[in-house]
């Protein structure tokens, strides 16, 4: 970890300024996102689609069961970078804030609403004494009440914003590159996932061993696609099979 | 139900809570006229103007019908106290909601918010019986009984003149009426519950919630 000098005292609780003005230990949980395998969100006005790669970093390990991409409510996903661990507790605390929201005013809660609900309690994991903060990010995705679609990133820190398109994880830089480069806000629903695609795609290859050539083949296995259409608000899954074609469609554009 | 009262000095002696709530809130409900109905774009609430007290006439000039935010508004009957309590509790939490979700708590979301309250209280209930009325993108009508049910209505009406005024309702209402006959038909169902019902009296308060924060509130005057 480049940090230069090591820090001395300030680092060893959460709830202490260093001169400077940092929190070591927020800092070091944004190290924790920086190791975490890559996911990524785009939306556009019709849709929304989150992304996540997932490595078979042996081959006894049952990749299939492992999931990135979780729903939180029927019109809203979330992905994670980082701490799995810590992903799994802040998302079930997002189910939970999005049902007891429906169960209290009878109606679906904003994308908004559940996204700052989370980034509150990771605040809160900043400021407190004896805790450490959470160490991932979260994208989440969906259709608000009114209809519109939302992207939201929530960091360690506890900020959050809306984004057009973003990256989280060990291929962010890489993945955002390509964003930010073949973004457009037309894009329509196949753009959108092909895009996903190939961000992923390019953040895998730059943060592996891997050859293009040789992963193209078997990238499908790799991916986790979520979704949500205006058309349609109801957040899927995508499947396998669905996600393979997407992949073949733009395996040319991949190994380029 | 038991509570714990200190008699004498330092004895405390278990008393019993009259068991007779449910009458109460049969007692407080007589008292009251007040409707609700759902015309074109607009929602019409009307409720007459008399508080009971027993046989007494406690006042002739209630306003029963209380504006909840800019676009809804709610009718009450039972105990004023209770009422009044529910309407702040809505006032701000629909403010609070505003603030927190950047954007207003539909008419639905008041009427669920006030279901949980009524309902978390069942044993020791609020003794109201509601209309909400408002327009968030068409207009809505619920009815809350004190133990927190909601329905949602085209038509509705509560109180002890409530059958008197469901009668002329049932008689004369329909979806295809213009705002100034559903004005007069929600007039005259409270005139009707005036004439045939003691506890219920004094003029007719009329307000009309419709789109982009209408609300108008009139008065007609009651004449035998």
Known sequence: MALGAPPTAYDRATTIFSPEGDLYQVKYAFEAVRKGWTSLGIRSKEAVIIAAEKRQITRLLDLESIEKIYLVDDHIGVAFAGMGSDGRILIDQARLVAVR?????????????????????????????????????????????????????????GQFFSYYAVAIGMGERYATEVLEKEYNKELDFEGLVKLALKALFKARIETSEEQSASLVGEFHNFVELGYITVEKPVFRKMSADEIRRYVNEVSGELTK | MTISLPSKAGEHKL?????????????????????????????????????????????????????????????ISGLVADAQALADIIREESR?????????????????????????????????????????????????????????????????????????????????????????????????????????????????????????????????
Do not use: C, W
Not at chain 2, 16 to 27: E, F, G, T, Y
């Open chain 1, 101 to 157: 929201h429906r169960l209290l005013y009878g109606e679906k809660a904003s994308v908004d609403y559940v996204a700052r609900a989370i980034a509150d309690i990771k605040q809160a994991y900043t400021q407190h004494a004896g805790v450490r903060p959470f160490g991932v990010s979260l994208i989440f995705g969906g259709i608000n009440p009114e209809g519109d679609t939302r992207l939201i990133k929530t960091d360690p820190g």
């Open chain 2, 96 to 224: 609070f909601y505003l603030l927190t979700h950047g954007r207003k708590l539909s008419v639905k979301g008041i009427a669920t918010l006030l279901a949980n309250i009524l309902f978390s209280s069942k044993y020791f209930p609020y003794i109201v019986q509601l209309i909400v009325g408002g327009y968030d993108t068409k207009p809505r009508l619920y009815t809350l009984d004190l133990y927190g049910s909601i329905t949602e209505e085209t038509y509705t009406a509560t109180g002890s003149g409530s059958p008197v005024a469901y009668g002329v309702l049932e008689s004369h209402y329909h979806e295809n009426l213009t705002l100034d006959e559903a004005v007069s038909i929600a007039a005259k169902a409270i005139r009707s519950a005036i004439l045939r019902d003691s506890a219920t009296g004094d003029g007719i308060d009329v307000v009309i919630i419709g789109p982009e924060n209408y609300f108008e509130e009139r008065f007609v005057p009651f004449k035998q």
């Open chain 2, 15 to 75: 008393i019993p809570i009259p068991a007779d709530r449910d009458n109460l809130a049969a007692k407080a409900i007589h008292g009251t006229t007040t409707v609700g109905l759902i015309v074109g774009d607009y929602v019409v609430l009307a409720a007459d103007k008399r508080a009971t007290a027993g046989t007494l006439i406690a006042s002739r000039r209630v306003k029963k019908i209380v504006k909840l935010t800019d676009y809804s508004a709610m009718t």
